[in-house]
């Protein structure tokens, strides 16, 4: 007899062992190539996260100020990797709205993004319906560059969880254990270290759990115990943790903000939490029909927090608003402008103003800069072994650290000023823009810094790097060089006309006539031919005959010059050889005759001067006078 599966236990992650109810959107084919590319970018993304952490761990001690913007940094990879794995595998509608007092602070961008225009620094709280809450809360940071600095009050159980409870304890998350004497010195510990003025969103969750039918089931018992009416679509706040936070901030945080969230999709007297897991929303294709957000804030001054029996009635009142505010979202999938039509008559309530929109990550290069510091450590530690060339990463990494290059395009979340929202073209939709809200973050920068500043002595004692040159520049055996000698060899242009074969050296006229030709004397067909100069054609290969002799012309070497920065140009007409080349195969008697001031003029008979200039392309035989050949074999 086979044992039924348990369910997995409670680690706030969502997962079941059970299926969801309702139909997948993909067959079982589909669902298990969703689960493997989904894991396998989520555990290299969280193994890169969680590496580059432990490479920054040593900064604590260091510098602890620049290691709070090095974890910073990694909490940003974090939620870009979560928002690009909802666009991916989860895809749905987010709604958002907001009352009358948050005016300006919502607004859509010209492609379709939501930018929040939140404060640097508030405390969050929220409804907690689905395990996945914090995910879409967290990507609401991400609309307001504050992904780096949010800080999420978790379960105790979350603590221990393999990368991910390794990297939130990092993070500085704050891990409760649902035992105030036991969480009052930690609470107060991690809530002190949050209160300056560094930018800073503590979310969390009053009602302690997400809303099911066991929890439901005791938020009633406690309602009756305490005399209390229950509610329907909320569990009951407990106001302790809520309250001590607002205690211990208020001297650096001014605004207290409330989200209620509601989830399209789940039916009359059914609970999110089943309807919406991990496993329907990214193995399975179905994500909620549409997340749903209203807004609102309170000034902390002007809340009871430093009496409890007041606070805890404060905090209930909210609640059974947001209580009414679902009831109205599950008849109509909107929520309320505001909440006035509670007290009317005949109440007609008109739905808040709503900006729709979907998640998804502003460009893919924040995704890919996950894997950046690992992709760095990786170069330097090849570029130690000998497999890298030491100077090209140098100048890339200056070039980073200036700010230049694919870092040009981070979101920046010290940003003072908003992100404006004209409207722009679609061709410069992938520049880096030039308002401050897309300029790289200062965090990112200073980190550069200071591992170029690092990497610098090791650079300098590298062979070619120590007082030598600027990169780009000859160094070592380049310095010794001959001023012409070219480094790399390029292809010559070809002839705009096919070139006719040349007579060999020996069919050539004999000196009669006074025309002069400024070349060099040719050489015997054996012999290779002289270096010839860069604008000349190139000579091509084949053979040929006179009379019964047979010649071979040896295809011609490329030659070029000026082949890198500051290399002298050779002279238009003058020979590679003049340049100060090493020649090649070339006869001593020749070269010398090459290096004379004034070449040695040759006569030509202009008989063989006209039949050689004919007019037909033909190719005729040529005869040579014997005696001429003779006296041309002596003079060489």
């Known amino acids: 007899m086979t044992t039924p599966a348990k369910p997995l236990a409670d680690l706030g992650a969502g997962l079941s062992s059970k299926a969801p109810p309702g139909g997948a959107a993909v067959g079982p084919v589909g669902q298990a190539e969703r689960a493997f590319t989904a894991a396998s970018t989520f555990i290299s993304g969280i193994l890169a996260i969680n590496a580059t952490q432990f490479l920054g761990a040593p900064l604590k001690v260091i510098d602890p100020k620049f290691y709070q913007a090095y974890m910073a940094f990694t909490k940003q990879s974090f939620g870009v ?3 690009t794995m909802t666009a991916w595998w989860s895809p749905t509608v987010v709604r958002v709205s907001g009352d009358e007092s948050i005016p300006k602070q919502l607004a859509r961008s010209a492609d379709g993004t939501l930018q929040c225009r939140f404060p640097d620094r508030i405390v969050l709280m929220a409804n907690h319906q689905l395990y996945t809450d914090w995910l879409y809360l967290w990507w609401v940071a991400y609309t307001n560059n504050m992904h780096g600095a949010i800080y999420i009050v978790l379960k105790e159980a979350l603590r221990n969880v393999p990368f991910v409870g390794w990297g939130a304890q990092m993070y500085n ?3 409760l254990a649902r035992d105030w004497e036991k969480d009052q010195a930690r609470f107060r510990d991690a ?3 949050l209160d300056n003025d560094d930018p800073m969103w503590l979310v969390i969750f009053p009602e302690g759990t997400n809303l099911a039918k066991e929890t439901r089931a005791a938020s009633k018992r406690w309602a009756d115990k305490q005399g209390l009416q229950d ?24 605004w207290l903000y409330d989200v209620t969230i509601g989830y399209e999709g789940i039916p009359e007297g059914q609970y999110g939490q089943d309807i919406f897991t991990l496993r329907s929303s990214m193995f399975e294709g179905r994500p909620p029909k549409s997340v749903n957000m209203h807004f609102r804030r309170f000034r902390i001054s002007s809340i009871p927090i430093d009496n409890d029996d007041a606070f805890a009635l404060w905090l209930r009142n909210r609640w059974r608003e947001k209580d009414y505010m679902l009831e109205h979202f599950a008849r109509h999938n ?6 006035l039509w509670l007290t009317k008559p005949n109440p007609k309530p008109c739905p808040a103003r709503v900006i729709e929109t979907d998640i998804r990550p502003n460009r893919m290069e924040e995704f890919l800069a996950i894997f950046a510091p690992l992709t760095a450590v990786g170069a330097v530690l090849g570029m130690a072994g000998g497999g890298a060339d030491p100077k090209a990463l140098a100048e890339m990494l200056q070039d980073a650290a200036k700010g230049k290059g694919a870092l040009t395009g981070t979101r920046d979340d010290n940003s003072a000023q908003p992100s404006k929202l004209e409207k722009r073209p679609a061709s410069k ?15 990112q920068r200073d980190m550069l810094q200071e591992y170029l500043a690092a990497l610098r002595p090791m650079l300098d004692g590298m062979p070619g790097m120590s007082g030598g040159p600027a990169v780009g520049k000859p160094t070592g055996a380049a310095a010794g060089k001959p001023t012409g000698a070219p480094s790399a060899p390029a292809k010559a242009k070809p002839p705009t006309q096919p070139a006719r074969k040349p007579p060999p050296a020996s069919s050539r006229a004999p000196p009669k006539a006074a025309s002069v030709i400024s070349a060099p004397v040719a050489q015997k067909a054996s012999r290779p031919p002289a270096p010839r100069a860069a604008s000349e054609a190139p000579r091509p290969a084949g053979t040929g005959r006179v009379g019964r002799q047979k010649y071979t012309i040896p295809p011609a070497r490329p030659v070029t010059t000026g082949a890198w920065k500051g290399a ?4 238009k007409g003058t020979s590679q050889a003049g340049a100060g080349a090493k020649p090649v195969n070339i006869d001593p008697a020749v070269l010398s005759q090459m290096k004379g001031k004034t070449p040695k003029p040759v006569d030509i008979d202009p008989e063989m001067l006209a039949r050689m200039k004919g007019k037909s392309g033909e ?5 040579v006078d014997p005696s001429v050949l003779a006296k041309m074999k002596k003079g060489m």
């Open 81 to 83: 990797l979560i928002t």
């Open 173 to 175: 998350f704050i891990f």
């Open 191 to 193: 809530l002190q270290a």
């Open 231 to 254: 509610m329907k679509h909320v569990l009951l706040p407990r106001s302790k943790g809520l309250q001590f936070s607002l205690q211990n901030l208020r001297r650096s945080t001014e």
């Open 334 to 339: 909107k929520f309320p402008s505001d909440s």
């Open 429 to 443: 939709a992938t520049a880096p823009a030039k308002d401050a809200n897309k300029t790289p973050a200062p965090a």
């Open 568 to 571: 002298p140009k050779v002279a």
């Open 619 to 623: 190719k005729k035989p040529v005869s």
